[in-house]
Protein backbone atom coordinates (compact mmCIF):
# COMPACT_ATOMS: atom_id res chain seq x y z
CA UNK A 1 0.00 0.00 0.00
CA UNK A 2 2.87 2.31 0.41
CA UNK A 3 4.52 1.73 -2.97
CA UNK A 4 2.26 4.45 -4.44
CA UNK A 5 0.69 2.22 -6.91
CA UNK A 6 -2.80 1.73 -6.98
CA UNK A 7 -3.13 -2.10 -6.86
CA UNK A 8 -3.15 -3.24 -3.17
CA UNK A 9 -6.50 -1.93 -3.24
CA UNK A 10 -7.49 -3.50 -6.51
CA UNK A 11 -6.44 -6.32 -5.03
CA UNK A 12 -8.17 -5.89 -1.77
CA UNK A 13 -11.17 -4.95 -3.43
CA UNK A 14 -11.36 -8.13 -5.52
CA UNK A 15 -10.29 -10.37 -2.88
CA UNK A 16 -13.49 -8.87 -1.09
CA UNK A 17 -15.74 -9.27 -3.32
CA UNK A 18 -14.48 -12.92 -3.54
CA UNK A 19 -14.92 -13.02 0.06
CA UNK A 20 -18.40 -12.19 0.47
CA UNK A 21 -19.22 -14.48 -2.19
CA UNK A 22 -18.00 -17.28 -0.27
CA UNK A 23 -19.98 -16.04 2.74
CA UNK A 24 -22.76 -16.02 1.11
CA UNK A 25 -22.68 -19.86 -0.36
CA UNK A 26 -22.11 -20.95 3.38
CA UNK A 27 -24.26 -18.88 4.84
CA UNK A 28 -27.63 -20.71 5.68
CA UNK A 29 -30.10 -17.79 6.18
CA UNK A 30 -29.89 -14.25 6.38
CA UNK A 31 -27.27 -13.61 3.71
CA UNK A 32 -28.67 -11.21 0.90
CA UNK A 33 -26.27 -8.75 2.86
CA UNK A 34 -23.35 -10.47 1.65
CA UNK A 35 -24.12 -10.48 -1.97
CA UNK A 36 -24.61 -6.90 -1.68
CA UNK A 37 -20.85 -6.81 0.00
CA UNK A 38 -19.02 -8.79 -2.79
CA UNK A 39 -21.35 -6.31 -5.39
CA UNK A 40 -19.96 -3.23 -3.80
CA UNK A 41 -16.49 -4.15 -3.62
CA UNK A 42 -16.74 -5.74 -7.02
CA UNK A 43 -17.72 -2.80 -8.23
CA UNK A 44 -15.33 -0.44 -6.18
CA UNK A 45 -12.64 -2.70 -7.89
CA UNK A 46 -13.73 -1.68 -11.10
CA UNK A 47 -13.97 2.06 -10.11
CA UNK A 48 -10.54 1.35 -9.46
CA UNK A 49 -8.48 -0.22 -12.46
CA UNK A 50 -11.38 -1.15 -14.89
CA UNK A 51 -13.66 -4.30 -15.58
CA UNK A 52 -10.50 -6.83 -15.00
CA UNK A 53 -12.20 -6.79 -11.15
CA UNK A 54 -15.65 -8.37 -12.88
CA UNK A 55 -14.06 -10.58 -15.51
CA UNK A 56 -11.51 -12.00 -12.26
CA UNK A 57 -14.56 -12.71 -10.30
CA UNK A 58 -17.00 -13.93 -13.14
CA UNK A 59 -13.94 -16.27 -14.49
CA UNK A 60 -13.69 -17.83 -10.22
CA UNK A 61 -17.20 -18.18 -10.20
CA UNK A 62 -17.54 -20.05 -13.79
CA UNK A 63 -14.80 -22.41 -12.92
CA UNK A 64 -16.49 -22.91 -9.42
CA UNK A 65 -19.48 -23.80 -11.22
CA UNK A 66 -18.01 -26.04 -13.44
CA UNK A 67 -16.49 -28.13 -11.12
CA UNK A 68 -20.05 -28.03 -9.04
CA UNK A 69 -21.84 -29.30 -12.75
CA UNK A 70 -22.88 -25.85 -12.11
CA UNK A 71 -24.78 -26.29 -9.05
CA UNK A 72 -24.49 -23.20 -6.84
CA UNK A 73 -26.88 -22.29 -4.18
CA UNK A 74 -28.23 -18.92 -5.51
CA UNK A 75 -31.34 -17.29 -6.13
CA UNK A 76 -32.53 -15.31 -9.07
CA UNK A 77 -33.38 -12.49 -6.89
CA UNK A 78 -29.92 -11.92 -5.49
CA UNK A 79 -28.59 -12.30 -8.97
CA UNK A 80 -30.96 -9.25 -9.70
CA UNK A 81 -30.04 -7.66 -6.82
CA UNK A 82 -25.95 -8.09 -7.58
CA UNK A 83 -26.32 -7.27 -11.05
CA UNK A 84 -28.00 -3.72 -10.12
CA UNK A 85 -25.56 -3.12 -7.10
CA UNK A 86 -22.40 -3.67 -9.32
CA UNK A 87 -24.18 -1.74 -11.97
CA UNK A 88 -24.56 1.25 -9.64
CA UNK A 89 -21.24 1.25 -7.63
CA UNK A 90 -19.20 0.25 -10.73
CA UNK A 91 -21.01 1.94 -13.51
CA UNK A 92 -21.09 5.07 -11.22
CA UNK A 93 -18.18 6.55 -13.23
CA UNK A 94 -19.24 5.79 -16.46
CA UNK A 95 -22.66 7.32 -15.95
CA UNK A 96 -21.27 10.52 -14.85
CA UNK A 97 -18.99 10.35 -18.22
CA UNK A 98 -22.06 9.74 -20.31
CA UNK A 99 -24.54 12.47 -18.44
CA UNK A 100 -21.42 15.08 -19.45
CA UNK A 101 -20.74 13.98 -22.79
CA UNK A 102 -17.46 12.81 -22.20
CA UNK A 103 -17.88 9.75 -25.10
CA UNK A 104 -14.26 10.08 -26.24
CA UNK A 105 -12.98 9.38 -22.75
CA UNK A 106 -14.89 5.86 -22.24
CA UNK A 107 -13.66 4.94 -25.75
CA UNK A 108 -9.93 6.08 -24.72
CA UNK A 109 -10.53 3.85 -21.45
CA UNK A 110 -11.99 1.11 -23.24
CA UNK A 111 -8.88 0.79 -26.32
CA UNK A 112 -6.71 1.11 -23.41
CA UNK A 113 -8.20 -1.95 -21.64
CA UNK A 114 -8.43 -3.82 -24.72
CA UNK A 115 -4.58 -3.01 -25.56
CA UNK A 116 -3.46 -4.13 -21.98
CA UNK A 117 -4.51 -7.83 -23.20
CA UNK A 118 -3.37 -8.20 -26.66
CA UNK A 119 -0.18 -6.22 -26.79
CA UNK A 120 3.12 -5.42 -24.65
CA UNK A 121 2.53 -1.63 -22.99
CA UNK A 122 4.97 0.47 -22.25
CA UNK A 123 7.78 -2.04 -23.06
CA UNK A 124 7.04 -4.36 -20.17
CA UNK A 125 7.31 -7.98 -21.67
CA UNK A 126 7.97 -11.72 -20.66
CA UNK A 127 7.83 -15.22 -21.30
CA UNK A 128 5.02 -16.84 -20.00
CA UNK A 129 5.89 -18.49 -17.21
CA UNK A 130 6.72 -14.72 -16.09
CA UNK A 131 4.48 -15.02 -13.03
CA UNK A 132 5.32 -18.24 -11.96
CA UNK A 133 8.88 -17.64 -11.26
CA UNK A 134 7.35 -14.23 -9.95
CA UNK A 135 5.04 -15.99 -7.30
CA UNK A 136 7.53 -19.02 -6.65
CA UNK A 137 10.23 -16.84 -5.67
CA UNK A 138 8.63 -13.35 -4.57
CA UNK A 139 6.36 -15.24 -1.80
CA UNK A 140 9.25 -17.00 -0.92
CA UNK A 141 8.55 -19.39 1.44
CA UNK A 142 5.00 -19.16 1.55
CA UNK A 143 4.90 -20.06 -2.32
CA UNK A 144 6.64 -23.60 -1.28
CA UNK A 145 4.37 -23.98 2.27
CA UNK A 146 1.10 -23.63 -0.25
CA UNK A 147 2.41 -26.74 -2.17
CA UNK A 148 0.98 -28.77 0.38
CA UNK A 149 -2.55 -27.26 -0.13
CA UNK A 150 -2.65 -28.42 -3.52
CA UNK A 151 -3.25 -31.87 -2.66
CA UNK A 152 -6.89 -33.57 -2.26
CA UNK A 153 -7.96 -33.26 0.95
CA UNK A 154 -11.43 -33.35 1.59
CA UNK A 155 -12.06 -31.18 4.78
CA UNK A 156 -14.23 -32.51 7.90
CA UNK A 157 -16.41 -28.76 7.76
CA UNK A 158 -18.15 -27.70 4.36
CA UNK A 159 -17.05 -24.49 4.86
CA UNK A 160 -13.31 -25.05 5.06
CA UNK A 161 -13.57 -26.45 2.12
CA UNK A 162 -15.44 -24.38 0.08
CA UNK A 163 -13.07 -21.49 1.31
CA UNK A 164 -10.17 -23.71 0.43
CA UNK A 165 -11.03 -24.72 -3.20
CA UNK A 166 -12.29 -21.03 -4.14
CA UNK A 167 -9.15 -19.72 -2.89
CA UNK A 168 -7.22 -22.32 -4.89
CA UNK A 169 -9.51 -21.48 -8.18
CA UNK A 170 -8.89 -17.49 -7.64
CA UNK A 171 -4.79 -18.71 -7.60
CA UNK A 172 -4.99 -20.16 -10.68
CA UNK A 173 -7.29 -17.81 -12.14
CA UNK A 174 -5.14 -15.04 -11.42
CA UNK A 175 -1.96 -16.63 -12.38
CA UNK A 176 -3.27 -18.03 -16.21
CA UNK A 177 -5.16 -14.76 -16.69
CA UNK A 178 -2.21 -12.49 -16.20
CA UNK A 179 0.23 -15.33 -18.07
CA UNK A 180 -2.05 -15.18 -21.12
CA UNK A 181 -1.83 -11.12 -21.13
CA UNK A 182 1.00 -9.64 -23.12
CA UNK A 183 1.75 -6.76 -21.12
CA UNK A 184 4.19 -8.70 -17.91
CA UNK A 185 4.79 -6.32 -14.90
CA UNK A 186 5.38 -8.28 -11.47
CA UNK A 187 2.45 -6.31 -9.60
CA UNK A 188 -0.25 -7.60 -12.15
CA UNK A 189 0.07 -11.19 -10.03
CA UNK A 190 -0.42 -9.69 -7.01
CA UNK A 191 -3.59 -10.52 -6.52
CA UNK A 192 -2.54 -13.98 -6.08
CA UNK A 193 -0.55 -13.34 -2.69
CA UNK A 194 -3.71 -13.16 -0.63
CA UNK A 195 -4.74 -17.06 -1.88
CA UNK A 196 -1.14 -18.02 -1.84
CA UNK A 197 -0.73 -16.96 2.08
CA UNK A 198 -4.26 -18.20 2.59
CA UNK A 199 -2.89 -21.73 1.33
CA UNK A 200 0.15 -21.32 2.88
CA UNK A 201 -1.35 -20.87 6.21
CA UNK A 202 -3.90 -23.77 5.61
CA UNK A 203 -1.73 -26.18 4.85
Known amino acids: FKSGIIDPWFNLFIFLGNYFFIVYLIKEERKTKFIIYSAVFI ?25 HRFKMRITF ?22 LNGNYDILYDFVEYQISLFNSQVAGHKGFFGYH ?24 EEPSKDLLKQWMMILFFVVLILFSIVETKIVHYSSLAYFPLTFLAAYS
Open 132 to 155: FVVLLVGVFPASLLALKAFRKHKE
Open 77 to 98: TDICLYILTFVFVGGFWFILQL
Open 43 to 67: GLGTLTKGPVALLVFLLTGFVYLVL
